[in-house]
């Protein structure tokens, strides 16, 4: 399952965003730093409206979306990566995601208290990033340290990886976040991945503003998303206090209620998009009587693949895969319809899945 992580400063809006996410009230809010203790992990259906129109079609009342992983993480602070504040123990933590979401506050509340005593996002951003770096740092030096003796001996092997290690340490020496694709070529890149550092996980930037600023933002914001695109991340300007009330409402009232703050979507709903964009992942499909189910797969996967992604033995006795996009299905409504028309597809090893595809894997073990 795809996990993501959320950090940021302590009384940005982290644990008020995450019981948003989880349509519960499990991670505790309060106005003082480390109010979360131990990492809360919550399991959060991705929204496909697709899926809904296909269970009706297919006369089936089972919908399994996909789903994300998340993590909240307590509040760092400056100095996090030397044992200050809650220290290291919350590092491990940001170490196993797929992802990070650094949540930033961006509105201006002077009953809500900040670490630093003042508002600057780039500065909160700036902070966060300089832990992970500094921490991402001693765990290089030390496998640099490691793998030097054995580099000196000879060892190929060894030789490229200290060179990765040499290159990733310089890197880091800028504090921020490093897209391991734009420095490393391909006999590099596993062994930069297999760091598994956090200052080179994807991140999104949510810019957590006040209900009047929800729609168009505000000049923190601008500072965020310029921020953002130049480093190759994504930003999404959300209202935490906003998604959390909208728990409380009905479909159609939530929908109302955005409507009237001059929003189309929930700041929950665009957020999980732009995890889907930044990793670069997509969904396939399986539908029909007995269920309705959408599966994560990343973007470029061939159908043997896919097929490994709903059993191991799909891949391993792949034959061909009957494929149907989303759009053909709705339009004619079922299978052997689709058929008829000649829209449904037989295709082999060498498909490549597509968004929405609603697939019917052959294979024989």
């Given at each position: 399952?795809?996990?993501?992580?959320?950090?940021?400063?302590?009384?940005?809006?982290?644990s008020?965003?995450?019981?948003?996410?989880?349509?519960?009230?499990?991670?505790?809010?309060?106005?003082?730093?480390?109010?979360?203790?131990?990492?809360?992990?919550?399991?959060?259906?991705?929204?496909?409206?697709?899926?809904?129109?296909?269970a009706?079609?297919?006369?089936?009342?089972?919908?399994?979306?996909?789903?994300?992983?998340f993590?909240?993480?307590?509040?760092?602070?400056?100095?996090?990566?030397k044992?200050?504040?809650?220290?290291?123990?919350?590092?491990h933590?940001i170490?196993?995601?797929?992802?990070?979401?650094?949540?930033?506050?961006?509105?201006?509340?002077?009953?809500?208290?900040?670490?630093?005593?003042?508002?600057?996002?780039?500065?909160?951003?700036?902070?966060?990033?300089t832990?992970?770096?500094?921490?991402?740092?001693?765990?290089v030096?030390?496998?640099?340290?490691k793998?030097s003796?054995i580099?000196?001996?000879?060892?190929?092997?060894?030789t490229?990886?200290?060179?990765?290690?040499?290159?990733?340490?310089?890197?880091?020496?800028?504090?921020?976040?490093?897209?391991?694709?734009?420095?490393?070529d391909?006999?590099?890149?596993?062994?930069?991945?297999?760091?598994?550092?956090?200052?080179?996980?994807?991140?999104?930037?949510?810019?957590?503003?006040?209900?009047?600023?929800?729609?168009?933002?505000?000049?923190?914001?601008?500072?965020?998303?310029?921020?953002?695109?130049?480093?190759?991340?994504?930003?999404?300007?959300?209202?935490?206090?906003?998604?959390?009330?909208l728990?409380?409402?009905?479909?159609?009232?939530?929908k109302?209620?955005?409507?009237d703050?001059?929003?189309?979507?929930?700041?929950?709903?665009?957020?999980?998009?732009?995890?889907?964009?930044?990793?670069d992942?997509?969904?396939?499909?399986?539908?029909?009587?007995?269920?309705?189910?959408?599966?994560?797969?990343?973007?470029?996967?061939?159908?043997p693949?896919?097929a490994?992604?709903?059993?191991?033995?799909?891949?391993?006795?792949?034959?061909?895969?009957?494929?149907?996009?989303?759009?053909?299905?709705?339009?004619?409504?079922?299978?052997?319809?689709?058929?008829?028309?000649?829209?449904?597809?037989?295709?082999?090893?060498?498909?490549?899945?597509?968004?929405?595809d609603?697939?019917?894997?052959?294979?024989?073990?």
């Open positions: 399952m795809l996990r993501t992580g959320i950090v940021g400063l302590p009384n940005v809006g982290k008020t965003l995450f019981n948003a996410l989880t349509n519960a009230m499990n991670a505790q809010s309060a106005n003082y730093p480390f109010c979360t203790i131990e990492p809360n992990v919550g399991v959060v259906n991705v929204p496909d409206e697709r899926l809904e129109i296909l009706k079609l297919c006369k089936t009342d089972v919908i399994i979306p996909t789903a994300i992983e993590v909240d993480i307590a509040g760092l602070v400056k100095g996090a990566s044992g200050e504040g809650l220290g290291n123990q919350f590092l933590n170490r196993e995601v797929d992802a990070i979401i650094q949540v930033v506050r961006c509105f201006d509340d002077e009953n809500t208290i900040h670490v630093s005593g003042k508002i600057d996002p780039l500065d909160d951003i700036e902070i966060i990033n832990e992970l770096a500094l921490a991402d740092m001693a765990s030096e030390k496998q640099i340290s793998i003796k580099a000196k001996s000879g060892d190929k092997e060894a490229l990886t200290l060179s990765v290690l040499e290159k990733m340490s310089k890197l880091l020496s800028d504090a921020s976040f490093i897209n391991i694709k734009d420095h490393f391909e006999d590099e890149l596993p062994i930069a991945k297999g760091l598994n550092l956090m200052s080179t996980k994807p991140v999104i930037y949510v810019a957590n503003v006040s209900e009047t600023d929800l729609k168009d933002g505000n000049d923190y914001t601008k500072k965020v998303d310029d921020y953002a695109k130049a480093h190759g991340a994504e930003m999404v300007i959300i209202s935490a206090k906003i998604e959390e009330e728990i409380e409402l009905s479909p159609d009232e939530a109302e209620y955005l409507n703050l001059g929003v189309e979507d929930s700041g929950i709903n665009r957020m999980i998009k732009s995890v889907y964009h930044l990793l992942l997509l969904t396939f499909i399986t539908a029909g009587e007995k269920e309705v189910r959408a599966w994560t797969i990343p973007s470029g996967t061939k159908a693949q896919a490994g992604v709903i059993h191991t033995d799909f891949e391993r006795g792949f034959i061909r895969g009957e494929i149907t996009p989303y759009s053909e299905f709705v339009k004619y409504g079922s299978y052997a319809a689709c058929k008829d028309k000649g829209v449904t597809r037989i295709e082999g090893k060498d498909y490549v899945i597509q968004d929405g609603l697939v019917h894997f052959r294979f024989a073990v």
